[in-house]
């Protein structure tokens, strides 16, 4: 049996979750983003469902519901947190704040262990997480390549969870690309000139980061 | 000849042709004496064409036979079925067969000849380059040189029912040639030789021509009958290939029908499915709504208690902290993973009541007093309310959602089915349709054809069965007619036969059933067998019609004898009679030659019964004594039988081109034949066995 076919037979591990949680993780702390609150880190993951098609990957949830804080997974949350009591991932601070602007909230921040980093670099052994991993690493680097000040504000501006059609409490579902605005937007960059054609997968990435910083600007 | 018997002769009146004379000249085969050819008158009796192997006896006797028969021959000749071929004459297959025997392609050659047929007279002249007709006298008349008048003169002067009969009588009866047909042996043969000879002219028409047309429809009826039961047969299938098709045009309709309904179904399944996905999605915007709802709740309850735990544990680690904060605020266990209600509320009891959260101690046995949880104890208990019911809300939500998926999964597997269904359909109608267009039937037209057919082959058969009754009625006149003559035939066989065959040889009127066609019944055709003594039993034993029943030489002279009856029955003796034999010898032992000559000289006396009858012979010079037994030298002396051979023999020694053998062997044949005129004849004659 040759290697592509080795490759062609792995089974299909179940990428969703905390193996996604850990991966992305990893991929923040080389882009230097770590440790990192954790709305910055829904907002990315959040991004990182959206986008995760670019590479060809599924994301682990295709939905997310308009919040006041900004896109948050509750049940996300509670891998990171099961991921921080195991000793995956480390929190780094934890600020109870008893009312903000939304009211009251539990801010923390997170890092990756050393039995976290183990475990993340472990899971590359396996080609499909190799991939996603890939993408995430985009991602984040694209991510990180943010101002400071536009770092937690420009993931709002992405183009599924912007829509002005979408009010507070509603689902935003972008499971088909039909419905997944912010893939083909990142997509058509393929199509600009002077690039046409020119652009590869990390650019649109790329691009539509600058698109959301842009908007982000714009909008401030 | 009784006066009955000559009557009934009379009747069929036939004459056979005597050769009278014969004249060969300008072929380079024959030079003949002082470059003269071949002359010779024939006389009653036997004449002998002497020669040795190369010298052209035979092509002699053919140049004889074919100043008769001309450029003709039977369409299909057999000499195993004389009578049986179509009765259609066509041109000479060997045309060359003179021609190609010399070098100058005969181009000057001509055979002149006079035959006798009773008292009339023909004189016929042919080119021996292509038998094209030179000369033709009638009793002395000049006949146009046309081969069709020479045809209708020959039949004519013979007697005959038609120029296929003249050519028949004289081909197989008159000649007997080394390749014949064994005349008397034959079923077929024998009756088609009666028909030609004995049957009054309208009669032997009559059957000659049935024969024929039944022979033609016979052959025609099968023909069609092959292919219209083939036709037939490709019909019946194509019939039940079109049943096929009727079979298959219900089919395709009932598929047709089930794959509209099972699309229908799947519209409304697609319907359904949407509904459902719909419900699904609502359900999951209901979920994720009230986890953001317990995430705000719990997060509020954990700002509250944390102000507990950092009183009771002031130098708790931050982690520890979170994790105690998220276990009583129903956020569930961050180390073990457990979710329920029930630890959380176990938690806040136990704050409630001053218990130690970790240790369960009551306040009375504390060292440090636990202080009561709750600072807004109010407003904790209506979040608890609120966190328990969205527990709740959730818990049945994702009971719902899993609800959801169920129904989604079964109706996505009921899809799959009738998906795989619907393309069995789809395939099985494509099929059917594939069939339908590739068999076509014009069953009206085809069906048409064949019932026309059909009544032409019934026809035909009606036809043929009338044919076959009109030859029957015809049959029984012939076989009347020959039991009459049966007896004239039977006592001239016996009176031939008895001068050779050392055993009683009698012919017995049997008749044969004979095919005429090759279907339908057989007709009892007039027919005689051999009945003959054997060297074990002197009476007249069983008849003995096959060939192979008696020896080689009585076979021979048992078809002679019959032949010679034939002629001398036929002809009722009014008229002579010719026999055309090439080497009788061929056949004999040498012991019986002299007694097989004494025979055929036999057939040319003159007696009551007969006038004298020609008998030509080739013989080979050899030490046989063929030829002295067949001019009847016998103890003539030598003078006499020169002057009988002068008279009776055409010496191919000396008129005949001489051939390799000639020039080597010259002088020892010829004192050979001096020897002839010369010698003792064997004493007494032996029947042949």
């Known amino acids: 049996m040759n290697e592509s076919s080795a490759e062609a037979e792995e089974p299909d591990y179940d990428l969703s979750g905390r193996v996604w949680l850990l991966l992305l993780m990893e991929a923040l702390a080389h882009a230097g983003l ?133 009010p507070e409490g509603a689902l935003i579902d972008f499971e088909s690309i039909a419905s997944n605005y912010s893939l083909q937007t990142a997509v058509a960059f393929r199509n600009l000139a002077p690039l046409q054609g020119a652009t590869n997968r990390r650019e649109q990435i790329y691009f539509y980061m600058r698109y959301l910083e842009q908007r982000n600007l714009a909008a401030s | 000849m009784p006066r009955e018997a000559k009557k009934r002769a009379d009747v069929a009146g036939i004459r056979f042709p005597v050769l009278r004379k014969l004249i060969v000249a300008g072929y380079e085969l024959y030079p003949g004496t002082s470059r003269g050819g071949i002359k010779h008158d024939f006389h009653d009796g036997v004449t002998v064409i002497a020669g040795v192997n190369g010298l052209g006896k035979t092509t002699l006797l053919n140049v004889i036979l074919r100043l008769l028969v001309g450029p003709l021959d039977p369409k299909k000749a057999s000499n195993f079925e004389p009578g049986v071929s179509s009765q259609e004459l066509i041109r000479w297959r060997d045309q060359q067969y003179f021609s190609s025997r010399v070098g100058d392609g005969a181009e000057n050659a001509s055979a002149e000849a006079v035959f006798h047929f009773g008292e009339r007279r023909l004189s016929i002249a042919r080119s021996l380059q292509n038998l094209a007709l030179l000369a033709l006298t009638v009793d002395g008349e000049e006949l146009p040189l046309d081969e069709d008048r020479y045809g209708e003169a020959a039949v004519l002067l013979s007697g005959v029912a038609s120029r296929y009969d003249f050519d028949f009588i004289v081909r197989h009866l008159v000649f007997f040639l080394e390749r014949r047909v064994p005349l008397f042996w034959n079923e077929s043969g024998q009756f088609e030789i009666f028909r030609m000879l004995f049957f009054d002219r309208p009669l032997a028409e009559r059957l000659g021509n049935l024969a024929a047309e039944i022979r033609v429809e016979d052959s025609h009826f099968r023909n069609m009958r092959w292919s219209f039961n083939r036709r037939e047969k490709a019909y019946a299938e194509a019939k039940q290939k079109a049943g096929q098709v009727v079979h298959d045009q219900a089919q395709l309709a009932a598929l047709e029908s089930a794959i509209k309904a099972t699309e229908e179904a799947r519209t409304k399944s697609s319907e359904e499915l949407l509904r459902m996905i719909e419900r699904r999605k609502q359900t999951i915007t209901n979920l994720d709504q009230r986890r953001l709802q317990l995430e705000d709740l719990v997060r509020e309850l954990q700002t509250s208690r944390q102000r507990f735990f950092a009183r ?194 009698r012919l017995d009127y049997d008749p044969a059933e004979i095919k005429i066609g090759q279907e339908g ?10 009945l003959m003594t054997s060297a074990t039993s002197t009476s007249v034993g069983a008849p003995r019609s096959d060939p192979d029943d008696v020896s080689e030489s009585q076979r021979e002279f048992i078809d002679l004898a019959f032949r010679m009856a034939l002629m001398i029955t036929a002809t009722g003796g009014t008229s002579a009679s010719m026999l055309v034999v090439e080497t009788p010898e061929s056949s004999l032992d040498s012991v019986f030659v002299e007694h097989a000559g004494a025979l055929l000289r036999q057939f040319t006396k003159r007696t009551s019964t007969s006038k004298g009858n020609v008998l030509v012979a080739s013989s080979n010079l050899n030490r046989e004594n063929m030829i002295p037994a067949l001019l009847g030298f016998d103890d003539k002396p030598a003078e006499e039988r020169r002057k009988i051979a002068r008279r009776s023999m055409i010496n191919l020694l000396e008129l005949a081109a001489p051939n390799a053998a000639m020039r080597s062997f010259g002088p020892e044949y010829r004192r050979d034949l001096e020897l002839m005129f010369n010698a003792r004849q064997r004493n007494g004659s032996r029947p042949v066995k």
Not at chain 1, 136 to 161: G, I, K, M, T
Not at chain 2, 332 to 352: D, E, F, W, Y
Not at chain 2, 388 to 416: C, F, G, M, T
Not at chain 2, 521 to 530: G, I, Q, S, V
């Open chain 2, 521 to 530: 019944d057989t007709f009892r055709c007039p027919n005689f067998k051999l």
């Open chain 1, 34 to 166: 770590l440790p990192i609150a954790k709305l910055r880190l829904h907002r990315i993951l959040y991004l990182s469902n959206c986008l995760a098609p670019v590479f060809q990957s599924k994301p682990p949830k295709a939905t997310v519901i308009k919040y006041r804080r900004g896109p948050f997974y509750p049940d996300a949350q509670w891998d990171i947190d099961r991921m921080a009591a195991g000793g995956l991932l480390a929190i780094t601070e934890i600020g109870y704040q008893p009312k903000d602007e939304f009211g009251p909230w539990v801010e923390s921040t997170y890092d990756l262990s050393r039995a976290g980093y183990s475990a993340a670099r472990s899971l590359l052994g396996i080609s499909s997480a190799c991939r996603v991993h890939e993408f995430l690493l985009e991602l984040a680097n694209a991510f990180s390549s943010f101002p400071d000040e536009r770092l937690d504000p420009a993931p709002l501006q992405d183009v599924n969870y912007a829509a002005p059609a979408k």
């Open chain 2, 312 to 505: 009771i544990f002031p130098d708790m680690p931050k982690a520890a902290e979170y994790v105690l904060g998220q276990l009583a605020s129903g956020g569930g266990c961050l180390v073990c993973g457990n979710r329920r209600a029930s630890s959380a509320n176990r938690v806040r009891k136990l704050m409630k009541d001053n218990v130690c959260p970790v240790c369960e101690s009551p306040p009375e046995i504390q060292e440090k007093i636990i202080p009561v949880g709750a600072v807004d104890a109010a407003r904790i208990a209506q979040m608890e309310q609120q966190e328990n019911k969205r527990q709740v809300e959730i818990s049945s939500l994702e009971k719902l959602l899993a609800a959801n998926d169920r129904e989604i999964q079964e109706i996505l597997e009921y899809r799959a089915a009738e998906d795989t269904q619907s393309v069995a359909l789809v395939r099985q109608a494509e099929e059917i349709k594939a069939r339908l267009l590739a068999s076509p039937l014009e069953e009206d037209g085809i069906d048409r054809e064949l019932r026309k057919d059909r009544e032409e082959l019934s026809a035909l058969r009606v036809e043929l069965f009338k044919k076959r009754s009109q030859y029957e009625d015809q049959l029984e006149k012939a076989r009347s007619r020959m039991q009459e003559l049966a007896e004239d035939l039977k006592s001239a066989f016996e009176r031939y036969a008895s001068t050779f065959m050392a055993e009683t040889c």
